[in-house]
């Protein structure tokens, strides 16, 4: 992997250069992973004149999930308490002989940026701006297996859940069994909050588990996701509790159902980004539900479980081969309930069998 994280390290530093700035300071802590390997605590990366450093408060922990540093960086250890990583680094950086500097600012503080300043004067400060979250964007096979590994632990924790009894069962209760199975087979732990939302909460995006107990007759809504050697999937189902659902759920979870293949059939290099969320928002716009539709249908997932490209309506840019995306349409009718399908998938080309389906829990409408 050393290969890998110089590789990486090689491309921003020629962006940095071509810029005009001589070195390169990463504080976002994925960022400071994708190019180091680990990202401990408050570490940031020094891409210098002569060498790169890894800059550390703190000897650096080797729990599983954390990763491992690159062995070919410098590592920097601070020796004394309260000190700031950013500001070392700098002071580093101008002791190299460097005259340029180039930061995150949209992740650094102003604070921090004044300090940086402060410590190293003759270092002119440029800015990097979201360089290592474009690099990000397209996955080399190793990262892509580890989302794929991560999207097998979410889909066997969601079907072990299912197998259970769920009447009477809090919203609340489910979701932490739900990241106890996680960890059991094998994840770092979950890649966000999980989310169980039953009845009338069904459907609702980002909805935060209560203590609502299931019924006969719901929705149950599931959102969940796995993180696997740092890299973050997920997955969303919709189920009905009962012998069989009413009429009005049957055409909703249609209808979303709809939306989201036409999402997927839609992934392809080269795609639109608005183009693949036209193609799931028109289904539902057309049905009449356009107005309450979440701002996007999915979204790059990687080291983050937020990350680009954005799949929305005023999106620019086009898809590549190997960028890992959702896509989540839903539909959410409040004081009933509502439909959520939300899948993680590999752009493909179609000689390569179109795009490839990491989640794959069945989306038939299962009654429980």
């Known amino acids: 992997m050393s290969e890998v994280y110089a590789t990486r390290r090689t491309r921003l530093r020629e962006r940095s250069n071509a810029s005009g700035s001589a070195t390169a300071l990463v504080s976002r802590p994925a960022n400071v992973r994708y190019l180091a390997g680990a990202a401990p605590q408050g570490a940031v990366l020094l891409l ?29 250890t601070l020796t004394g308490p309260g000190g700031d990583p950013a500001v070392a680094a700098a002071g580093l950086a101008e002791a190299q002989g460097a005259d340029s500097l180039a930061v995150e600012e949209h992740h650094l503080t102003v604070a921090r940026h004044r300090a940086i300043g402060s410590v190293a004067p003759r270092l002119r400060l440029g800015d990097v701006g979201g360089a290592v979250e474009q ?30 009894i769920l009447v009477g069962r809090t919203e609340r209760h489910l979701a932490l069994e739900l990241e106890r199975r996680l960890v059991d087979h094998g994840a770092d732990g979950p890649a966000f909050a999980t989310s169980v939302a039953t009845g009338p909460n069904a459907g609702r995006r980002c909805h935060r588990p209560t203590d609502r107990r299931v ?24 189920f009905v509790i009962g ?25 392809a290099p080269g795609a639109a980004y608005r183009d693949v969320d036209r193609a799931a928002r028109q289904v539902l ?8 539709l979440a701002a996007l249908t999915g979204h790059g997932v990687g080291l983050e479980i937020h990350e680009d490209p954005q799949i929305a309506p005023a999106a620019m840019g086009k898809l590549d081969a190997c960028v890992p995306v959702t896509v989540e349409p839903g539909v959410h009718l409040p004081g009933r309930g509502g439909v959520r399908i939300d899948d993680t998938l590999v752009v493909r080309p179609e000689a390569d069998g179109g795009p490839e389906l990491l989640t794959i829990t069945t989306k038939e409408l299962l009654a429980l």
């Open 48 to 76: 210098g004149k002569h060498e790169d450093v890894l800059v550390c408060a703190g000897p650096p922990d080797e729990r599983a999930g954390d990763g491992r540093p690159d062995e070919t960086l410098t590592l920097h």
């Open 135 to 164: 690099l990000r964007i397209v996955k080399d096979e190793e990262e892509i297996s580890a989302l794929r590994i991560g999207a097998e632990i979410a889909d066997q924790a969601l079907g072990e859940l299912l197998e259970s």
């Open 215 to 238: 019924e006969e007759g719901d929705f149950l809504s599931v959102c969940l996701g796995a993180t696997y050697r740092g890299y973050r999937c997920e997955i969303g189902r919709t």
């Open 243 to 267: 012998t069989s659902p009413a009429e009005w759920q049957i055409e909703l979870y249609d209808l979303v159902f709809a939306a989201q293949r036409a999402g997927r059939e839609s992934l």
């Open 285 to 292: 716009d057309s049905a009449g539900y356009g107005s309450g």
